[in-house]
């Protein structure tokens, strides 16, 4: 065997061509390799082929919060364990598992922020978590974050994350749809505006509550939108899905999402859509306010502005001096005469 | 179908089977075996009654599911005087897995919605085995608010092992015709009461169930996923379905301690199967009993309690 030995040393043999662990991501969908740091800058959106990776939490709300500006709240809320469920796991093994992995005590996160100015409330949820699963904990976040958009009278923002309801909470899990879906209708009855939006993958319990529910449904391309999930689908009809079948694209053909944006333009797109609703933000605030006094201010003007007849009147007279204020004074110009004549 | 029997009602009907052998031998030879006979119903008396107050959750679910248990039509025509039946969602088609109507009950004029079973094959296909497209919640939500407008308040039975997962219950939004009736439901200025009378599986059950008093018959069962599916999952096998059903701790006796539901019906020993009219008449008892006592309260203060009771549901510690 000895001619089959290389005589002169050539070249090294690699093993394989092993990536450094953790800075360099491959495209799931079109295989291009990817430098971490790059596809972090571009909000985890493939250079190549524009596949939305998933992202935390954490992520979403750098995406839209200003920075800095997001401050939690009822972030210590925990899931017991009504049930003392056990199935491979132990439920109380798996939450402390979820809590170690992602930091995070549950599978979504609540505060208010302003978005490019403007207050709001936001809850986002986290797929890491157990599946972002909605157990007791996450419809009690997102109830009170309704709350709060009620309180406050700021804009809800709530992006979707999550497989469905949770299991391990049996039929508690089941009523905190009702419950989520009961305290919009406390919301719409506010007249706060609820944009909702559908990342990969929103699915079961949560689309048949909440998610489903925005005043206006926002998508990203190619996540995952049902109520059940495609294995059972399949096994119920006996056939292979059709392409592309309950993906963003195929939910807003079928009118069920208003609208498909690119993660890189989210922020922007909101911004428009919450202008309409509540007017622009105020470039700079007029007095130095203690924060929570100026932002629900700024939400409330549009919002509430047929109900406070006169003194909505004042204040968008007041606000009539910046450039893009335009549609409210617009509208109380045609509302106001009519109410007092 | 018909001779089906639940594995621990087995030694029950093994009994009933000598009584009615004896019977027929003692009538044929004139010979009298009315000792012997009455022996044996004493004891298949004593055998059903250990049976049934010892029931594990699975055997409940056995036994929501037994195919001689009455079903929503079948509760319609044994408490109802008058009942007229409404189809169609008005969008696109109508669904025969919900039933919806007006009728009267008592002497109270209410409207009906109900997922509907079936016994024979054919019905059952079309009923689709009581798995409601999106056009069965939009029918629901559509006779709730004629009842909303006229002042009439509204029962939903349910009963169903799910919404249809299905292609096109999937193309024209299953999920969001859910979500819909559960905010409507929240809001509707009447009396909702619920009872699950059977299967209460996830969302396809809660798509009809959202109202101020729940009520549950003995042997049903309630939960955010089928004992089969939940065993799918996480047991990784549907076998182990009697396992998930007592983890998920789905019984009215733990809904009721979960806060879930408000109150339990006793059905007639043996079961609702055993004698549709006792459980019909126990079921509209309780419901004039309900409305008589929600009808007294104002609707504004109606819909803030209702939305009340659902946002007090869940265990969290903080």
């Known amino acids: 065997m000895e001619w089959f030995k290389r005589v002169t040393p050539g070249l090294e043999a690699q093993t394989k061509k092993e990536l450094p662990d953790g800075l360099w991501i491959k495209c799931d ?68 598992e979820a809590m170690a992995k992602t930091g995070l005590k549950e599978a979504v996160r609540t505060g208010e922020c302003t978005l490019a100015g403007l207050p709001v409330v936001m809850a986002v949820m986290d797929f890491r978590f157990i599946g972002g699963s909605m157990g007791s904990v996450v419809g009690e976040k997102v109830s009170r974050a309704i709350d709060r958009a009620v309180e406050t009278r700021r804009p809800l923002i709530i992006l979707s994350a999550s497989g469905g309801a949770r299991m391990q909470e049996g039929a508690l899990s089941l009523m905190q749809m009702a419950k989520t879906a009961a305290k919009l209708a406390l919301l719409a009855e506010a007249r706060i505006p609820f944009i909702s939006i559908l990342t990969d993958p929103t699915a079961g319990g949560t689309t048949a509550s909440f998610s489903m529910l925005g005043d206006v449904i926002i998508a990203e391309p190619g996540a995952f939108i049902g109520f059940a999930g495609p294995r059972v689908i399949k096994q119920t009809i006996g056939q292979d899905l059709p392409e592309g079948f309950q993906r963003a694209e195929f939910v807003q053909e079928h009118g069920f999402v208003d609208m498909i944006v690119d993660r890189r333009q989210l922020k922007e797109q909101i911004e428009r859509i919450l202008v309409w609703f509540v007017g622009p933000a105020r470039k700079k605030p007029r007095r130095a ?42 509208k109380n110009s045609t509302t106001k005469p009519a109410s007092e004549a | 179908m018909k001779n089906y029997v639940p594995e621990f009602e087995k030694p029950i009907v093994e009994i009933e089977r000598r009584i009615a052998e004896l019977r027929e031998y003692s009538a044929s030879k004139d010979l009298s075996f009315s000792r012997e006979i009455e022996r044996l119903e004493e004891k298949a008396r004593q055998l059903r009654q250990e049976v049934y107050s010892n029931l594990t959750r699975w055997q409940r679910v056995q036994l929501a599911r037994h195919p001689n248990r009455p079903y929503t039509l079948d509760y319609v025509r044994l408490m109802m005087s008058d009942f007229t ?167 009215p006796e733990d809904l009721l301690e979960m806060g879930v539901i408000d109150r339990i019906l006793r059905e007639p020993e043996g079961g609702a199967h055993n004698d549709h009219a006792a459980t019909a008449a126990t079921l509209k008892a309780a419901l004039l009993e309900e409305m008589e006592k929600l009808a007294a309260i104002p609707s504004e203060e109606l819909v803030r309690r209702r939305i009340d009771k659902f946002a007090r549901m869940g265990v969290w510690t903080e």
């Not at chain 2, 024979?120 to 409601?132: A, H, L, S, V, Y």
């Not at chain 2, 859910?178 to 809660?206: C, F, H």
């Not at chain 2, 169930?209 to 065993?231: F, H, K, T």
């Open chain 1, 29 to 96: 969908r079109c295989g291009e390799i990817l430098y971490k740091k790059e596809l972090e800058r571009n909000r985890m959106v493939c250079t190549g082929c524009a596949f939305h990776f998933r992202m935390d939490s954490m992520q979403y709300i750098a995406l839209l919060a200003d920075e800095g500006s997001f401050e939690e709240f009822n972030e210590n809320l925990s899931s017991a364990d009504p049930l003392h469920f056990k199935d491979s796991k132990k439920y109380t093994d798996r939450l402390e």
């Open chain 1, 289 to 330: 306010a203690p924060k929570k006094k100026s932002a629900p201010e700024a939400a409330e003007t549009v919002a509430s502005a047929p109900k406070r007849g006169k003194a909505a009147g004042e204040k968008s007279a007041k606000r009539t001096g910046s450039s893009a204020a335009k549609p409210q004074t617009r």
């Open chain 2, 85 to 251: 039946e409404f189809h169609g969602d008005r969008l696109f088609a109508d669904d025969p897995a919900v039933v919806a109507g007006i009728g009267t009950l008592g002497a109270i004029s209410v409207a009906l919605i109900g997922h509907q079973k079936a016994r024979d094959t054919r019905e059952k296909i079309r009923r689709n085995f009581g798995m409601p497209n999106p056009e069965g919640y939009r029918k629901a939500l559509r006779l709730m608010k004629l009842a909303a407008r006229f002042s009439r308040p509204v029962l939903c039975l349910v009963d169903t092992p799910g919404a249809y997962p299905g292609l096109g219950a999937e193309e024209r939004g299953q999920a969001e015709a859910i979500a819909r009736n559960l905010l409507e439901m929240a809001r509707l200025p009447v009396p909702i009461v619920v009872v699950i009378i059977g299967d209460g599986a996830s969302g396809g059950a809660l798509g009809i169930g959202v109202g101020d008093r729940i009520l549950m018959l003995e042997n049903s069962w309630y939960s955010v996923i089928s004992p089969e599916g939940c065993a799918a999952i996480l047991y990784r096998d549907s076998a182990n379905a009697h396992i998930a059903a007592e983890s998920m701790k789905v019984a």
